[in-house]
């Protein structure tokens, strides 16, 4: 195999040791907020819309827990939304992923060393999926340091 070629390790167990520190939108802002904490972490606060409502929501950092907090907005159970960057209003939403579940659109962050974090956008279906695209060395690190927290 050719060693330069990126890597897919797809991660689909949820798991609540893992807590995601470090997404970003694609231009880079850092969306963790250390002043609304869910469960004693920062939260990841993204704008969100829902026809013509407009609020934040944030979210629960442990990968597999969904203590979502609504800010200004109420959702109703089973809609469908769109998460923008708080800082810079970009679109958040992976054009090239549905949920494998309800085939809703899904969002996408960005992880340190190149992954992503998806996720559905329907509220209630929960559906994550955990990518982290990386070159085989990489790769090795993340075995070998028997940790994952520098990659999210
Ligand atoms: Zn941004
Ligand atoms: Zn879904």
Same mark, same amino acid.
């Given at each position: 195999m050719n060693t330069k070629e990126k890597i897919r390790i797809e991660i689909?167990? !949820? +798991?609540?040791?893992?807590?995601?520190?470090? @997404? +970003?939108? !694609? /231009? *880079?802002?850092?969306? @963790?907020? !250390? +002043?609304?904490?869910? /469960? *004693?972490? !920062?939260?990841?606060?993204?704008?969100? #819309? %829902?026809?013509?409502?407009?609020?934040?929501? %944030?979210?629960?950092?442990?990968? *597999?827990?969904?203590? /979502?907090?609504? #800010? *200004?907005?109420?959702?109703p159970k089973g809609a469908v939304v769109d998460f923008f960057c708080p800082v810079c209003g970009a679109d958040l939403k992976n054009p090239d992923e549905f949920c494998q579940v309800c085939s809703s659109s899904m969002f996408m962050f960005h992880l340190p060393h190149g992954g992503i974090i998806e996720g559905c956008l329907k509220k209630g279906c929960m559906f994550h999926k955990l990518d982290i695209v990386d070159s085989e060395q990489q790769l090795a690190r993340l075995f070998t340091n028997d940790t994952m927290s520098s990659f999210l």
């Open positions: 689909e167990m !949820p +798991t609540d040791s893992l807590k995601v520190e470090h @997404a +970003t939108c !694609p /231009n *880079g802002h850092l969306l @963790a907020d !250390p +002043t609304v904490k869910i /469960n *004693g972490k !920062p939260s990841i606060k993204v704008k969100v #819309r %829902y026809k013509d409502q407009e609020g934040l929501i %944030y979210l629960d950092p442990v990968y *597999g827990s969904y203590e /979502n907090i609504e #800010r *200004g907005i109420s959702i």
